[in-house]
């Protein structure tokens, strides 16, 4: 069984415990019980594929900080000291940070410093833009990270 395999039935498994109890109070009459029971599991079941994403985004521009000989590269653990580190692997000005809080300008932002952080990483430019696309945006730091 590799790795993958184990953190799937791991999630697996802690989803079904956060989950179990409440299976009861849905057999009940008593609605706002069940309610609030389901509620509370599904906000288990969410805050812990954000805090997975979350580690999974860290460990992986961590990784391209390590790569790119970067210094400071804990900063990737950091909530808006992470888009400093991003930027000093893309070679940007600091001040480009005030360009990140623009609603639309950070969307145009983002894609052109994760395109200088794959070239930082010798792959081709093109795979910041895909950045933009809902799944690709989750597999391309990995890849950044972890190919050669």
Partial sequence: ??????????????ALLVLLPFGRALAQDNDSLAAAGLGAGLLMFFLLFAAAGYIYMALALQTIANKTNTENSWLAWIPIANIILMLNI??????????????????????????????????????GILFIVPVA???????LAWSD
């Fill in 1 to 14: 069984m590799n790795a993958r395999t184990s953190v799937v039935y791991g999630l697996s498994l802690i």
């Fill in 90 to 127: 893309a070679k940007k000005p600091i001040w480009w940070i005030i360009l990140f809080l623009i609603p639309i300008a950070n969307i145009v932002v983002i894609v052109i410093v994760w395109m200088a952080i794959a070239e930082a990483r010798r792959k081709p430019s093109w795979w």
């Fill in 137 to 143: 945006n989750l597999v391309v730091p990995g890849v």
